[in-house]
């Protein structure tokens, strides 16, 4: 009786321990691969991939962030397009060129299915292209999930009377409208990483496509 006493005090004493301890949070250092990629940095990016593990106040969620770049071209390739060379996309479609139309902002090009598209120069002197509806051409660069942690800066502005300033919300706003299936696209949405490759900040622009 003794020696099971003792065994069950042994046992007793290693869950004290445990429970003692649980609130160490051990974790691995971020690769450098990440930090060189994403250390303070931010990105025209999209949201999507929202993922969680636990319940309630324990909860920990992960999150995908794709991002973007403007398509951009050489300056000398738009200036000297002519009808029928083929417009290829960043997005992975292609556009055969039908008429082309210089002005003093910059080339406007028709192809033979009604669809036009806007070049205008940058201010590193490449071509960057929209559609007639301002709507602008991106190009996929990379995706990483990453962590949503709750002391994110989440900043909305997309407000179109808003003119002044984002409004400074966080982590249960930004989550809310994750849920509700809020479109975070490179169009509306700039993010940006601290030194070390955490998400720090998530800013929502208007946009007439939101």
């Known amino acids: 009786m003794k020696k099971l006493m003792t ?15 649980a609130d160490v949070a051990v974790k691995p250092n971020t690769p450098e691969t990440l930090k060189t990629l994403l250390g303070g940095k931010s990105f025209c990016a999209s949201l999507s991939g929202l993922e969680s593990i636990g319940e309630d106040e324990d909860a920990k969620f992960t999150i995908s962030v794709t991002v973007y770049e403007r398509d951009q071209y050489d300056t000398a390739l738009i200036e000297n397009l002519a009808p029928h060379d083929i417009l290829y996309f960043g997005n992975g479609t292609a556009a055969m060129v039908m008429e082309v139309i210089p002005d003093e902002f910059g080339v406007t090009v028709k192809d033979g299915f009604e669809n036009t598209y806007i070049f205008s120069k940058n201010e590193e002197g490449f071509y960057t292209v929209t559609t007639d509806t301002d709507y602008p051409l991106w190009t996929e660069v990379f995706t990483v999930k990453v962590p949503l942690q709750k002391d994110i800066s989440f900043l909305d502005w997309s407000d179109p009377e808003n003119l002044e300033e984002p409004v400074k919300l966080g982590f249960d706003e930004l989550l809310d409208l994750l849920l509700e299936g809020t479109d975070f696209a490179p169009f509306n949405t700039r993010v940006t990483f601290d030194e070390n490759g955490k998400l720090v900040e998530v800013l929502y622009n208007y946009s007439p496509w939101n």
């Open 7 to 21: 065994i069950l005090c042994a046992l007793l004493l290693v869950c004290f321990a445990v429970t003692a301890f």
